[in-house]
């Protein structure tokens, strides 16, 4: 099995910064095409925040864009640094991995996609 798990949450005053921390564990990782970010606010859908490739192509949502930055530490963890933080911002984050692929050293299994138990952000105002 692979783990995702996600760290960095908090509260936070409207303006503030935080950065989010996922790392990816349980077998040995030969890679990850696409990590990302998504967040859940109250009362709404799943919604893209966003993700960056093994090749470190990124995407974001329209309205982040400039505030939000992905980044992809190595080759099992990813980055998310949000700026300006709003209170509409307040939502359960999670880390999405796709395409994981592990090896125990005879094979090689991969993981269509495989998802964090989120991490909750609250911006007050």
């Known amino acids: 099995q692979v783990q995702l798990v996600e760290s960095g949450g908090g509260l936070v005053q409207a303006g503030e910064s935080l950065r989010l921390a996922c790392a990816a564990s349980?077998?040995?990782?030969?890679?990850?095409?696409?990590m990302g970010w998504y967040r859940q606010a109250p009362g709404k859908q799943r919604e893209l925040v966003a993700t960056?490739?093994?090749?470190?192509?990124t995407n974001y949502a329209n309205s982040l864009k400039g505030r939000f930055t992905i980044s992809r530490d190595n080759v099992t963890a990813v980055s998310l640094q949000m700026t300006s933080l709003q209170p509409e911002d307040t939502a359960v984050y999670y880390c999405?991995?796709?395409?994981?692929?592990?090896?125990?050293?005879?094979?090689?299994?991969?993981?269509?996609?495989?998802w964090g138990q989120g991490t909750l952000v609250t911006v007050s105002s």
């Open positions: 349980g077998r040995i990782i030969i890679s990850i095409d696409v």
């Open positions: 999405n991995a796709v395409r994981v692929t592990t090896s125990n050293g005879s094979t090689r299994h991969r993981y269509l996609e495989v």
């Open positions: 960056i490739s093994r090749n470190e192509r």
